[in-house]
């Protein structure tokens, strides 16, 4: 029952990352009928490639930071007959996407209010959005069930020390939009119980994606499991909370970073 998702329809945000693509092919292969959604670029159209002649896969353009396009999402998909029972809030912005490759990453008394509003419009007000919608379309018709995408800086400081002379730095918008996204869950986890739907919390570690060695060393002496996370590490866990074995789990953090928390 954890591992099939044969009755299940999966509706995740921001899906053309390193972790949202994981997510999707894990999904696919178990079974699931994915609704994956990005911006339209060059991640939409990997998405497309890669998994576009699957039956059971269908894509959709939408900016979580857009009210107008998440009011109208849940009705092109139930339009097209894929209204979910699962949602994922995965879409996120981070500081080296603010940036742009190549880029300097500013310091904190530099940081502009420009990226910290775009950060927590996407992060955090995208999340709301999308939750909004699923208890006007969703919540209450059938049993459904939210996951919530934090990270392993939710509930935990960065350690500085580990960014230095490195391009990027851990970003403060970011931290202080995954903490509150846990503070999202346990809100709607109450308000949607009765109407048998569950909000529950994933928070990620360091997932590997072409980080230098240097990087590594520093990050994995922080985590108990010594390493940084491949991405399927976590796309199994995201897969047992979207299915039916996490039915009587609701309002909880589930942390899969090694042991990093546990320091």
Not at 220 to 227: C, D, N, Y
Request: proline share 3%; aromatic share 10%.
């Amino acid at each position: 029952m954890t591992k099939s998702l044969d009755n299940r329809t999966i509706f995740i945000t921001g899906s053309g990352g390193v972790l949202g693509t994981t997510y999707v092919r894990n999904m696919l292969q178990a079974g699931a009928r994915v609704v994956a959604t990005d911006l339209l670029g060059a991640r939409a159209d990997a998405l497309q490639e890669s998994f576009g002649e699957n039956l059971n896969f269908a894509f959709y353009d939408l900016d979580v930071a857009d009210e107008d396009q998440v009011k109208e999402i849940f009705k092109r998909v139930a339009a097209d007959g894929h209204l979910p029972n699962v949602v994922l809030n995965n879409a996120a912005i981070t500081g080296e996407m603010l940036m742009g490759v190549g880029k300097s990453f500013p310091d904190f008394a530099n940081t502009s209010l420009e990226d910290w509003e775009k950060t927590i419009r996407v992060n955090l007000t995208g999340a709301f959005l999308i939750a909004r919608q699923m208890d006007i379309d969703i919540v209450g018709r059938y049993p459904a069930a939210l996951v919530n995408v934090a990270s392993m800086y939710a509930l935990n400081g960065p350690h500085h020390e580990i960014y230095k002379d490195m391009p990027f730095k851990s970003f403060s918008a970011y931290s202080s939009t995954k903490a509150g996204i846990h503070g999202l869950t346990l809100w709607l986890a109450g308000y949607w119980a009765e109407r048998g739907c569950t909000v529950n919390t994933i928070a990620p570690g360091a997932v590997f994606n072409g980080h230098s060695d240097e990087f590594q060393n520093r990050v994995s002496k922080l985590i108990m499991a010594g390493r940084m996370a491949e991405p399927q590490e976590i796309a199994d866990v995201m897969l047992f909370l979207c299915s039916e074995g996490a039915g009587y789990m609701t309002g909880q953090m589930v942390n899969v970073d090694g042991g990093f928390s546990g320091w």
